[in-house]
T-cell receptor, first 109, second 114 residues
């Protein structure tokens, strides 16, 4: 059975801090790893990492895939209160996306 | 530019009632799936479909049925609702072959079974 584990499960920081969220996985036939941000409603897509694209960056957010360690990190620098959300990691294998339980990030002013 | 549309947004059922959650997408995506989200549990896959006429079970399929008669629609049926099915349900779609593409999500259905 495919498994995705995220850590920490929750995190409270102050505005301006840098945070690192972790995701590890055990899946058969790994194809991709995806990060989503979920505020009040549906998850919104952030990044997809594959064997041919192991590092992505967008503004203050960046993510790296370590295929040897079967893991990924999501970094957020200079955090803002608007970054408060649940961050979900998902791994694509065969036709399925398997999600972790998510990291609840709270950024206090 | 509708994307993935779920209806209803909210629903309250009594134990034992049946209902269908609707999901439609207009992006011609082959792959569609249903997830449930419970506090602290992430998104758990209920059923998925890789194309019209083809469905398969996910991680938590018990108590739910699906069918896929068209590319656009993927309804989720609860035949006899139970309080354990109280959850937020998300439908998602992706292009075919689709482990190398992001999933697009509907806005969710919040279901309460009393």
């Amino acid at each position: 059975e495919d498994k995705v584990v995220q850590s920490p499960l929750s995190l409270v920081v102050h505005e301006g801090d840098t945070v690192t969220l972790n995701c590890s996985y055990e899946v058969t036939n790994f194809r991709s790893l995806l990060w989503y941000k979920q505020e009040k409603k549906a998850p919104t897509f952030l990044f997809m990492l594959t064997s041919s694209g192991i590092e992505k960056k967008s503004g203050r957010l960046s993510s790296i895939l370590d295929k040897k360690e079967l893991s990924s990190i999501l970094n957020i620098t200079a955090t803002q209160t608007g970054d408060s959300a649940i961050y979900l990691c998902a791994v694509g294998s065969n036709y399925k996306l398997t999600f972790g339980k998510g990291t609840l990030l709270t950024v206090n002013p | 530019n509708a994307g993935v549309t779920q209806t209803p947004k909210f629903q309250v059922l009594k134990t034992g009632q049946s209902m269908t959650l609707q999901c439609a997408q207009d992006m011609n995506h082959e792959y569609m799936s249903w997830y449930r989200q419970d506090p602290g549990m992430g998104l758990r896959l209920i059923h998925y479909s890789v194309g019209a006429g083809i469905t398969d079970q996910g991680e938590v399929p018990n108590g739910y049925n699906v069918s896929r008669s068209t590319t656009e629609d993927f309804p989720l049926r609860l035949l006899s609702a139970a309080p354990s099915q109280t959850s937020v349900y998300f439908c998602a779609s992706r292009i075919e072959g689709a482990s190398l593409a992001e999933a697009f999500f509907g806005q969710g259905t919040r279901l309460t079974v009393v």
